[in-house]
């Protein structure tokens, strides 16, 4: 079997899934508020205020990473946002597995270097501007 020459398919796939799988817990926050994000800053000292950030990478990131406008900038607000998510809710998941086996972090750590990867290899040649 052969595939395609070129790496524009694949910057793609990992742009549109990671972007779209991020972007539904934003509309999720969208629909349902940062209360829960809000008291998670507060208990760690942190203003509460600073829970409306998670629609930058929840929301903003990952539709510029979907439309590959901007996305290096949009998977660097989800790389921020997964890793504020991993230290604030799933910090005492880090070294746990599940019943299953798996990873208790698992997706984080997907959506996390999925979007780390995604910065570091730019958007390919399937997107709007080369950012």
Request: proline residues 3%; glycine residues 14%; without cysteine.
């Amino acid at each position: 079997m052969r595939f395609p020459a070129g790496n524009g398919a694949g910057k793609l796939i990992l742009r549109l899934i990671v972007g779209a799988v991020v972007l539904f817990h934003g509309i999720a926050k969208l629909f349902g508020g940062v209360g829960y994000i809000a008291g998670l800053l507060a208990d760690a000292g942190l203003p509460r205020y600073f829970a409306y950030a998670v629609y930058l990478g929840e929301v903003f990131g990952p539709v510029l990473m979907i439309l590959g406008f901007y996305a290096r900038l949009g998977a660097l607000l989800v790389a921020i946002n997964m890793t504020v998510a991993i230290a604030l809710v799933h910090r005492h998941e880090i070294f746990s597995l599940t019943s299953q086996g798996a990873w208790a972090i698992e997706l984080q750590a997907l959506l996390l270097f999925g979007a780390i990867s995604s910065m570091l290899l730019g958007p390919g040649r399937l997107a709007f501007n080369d950012r």
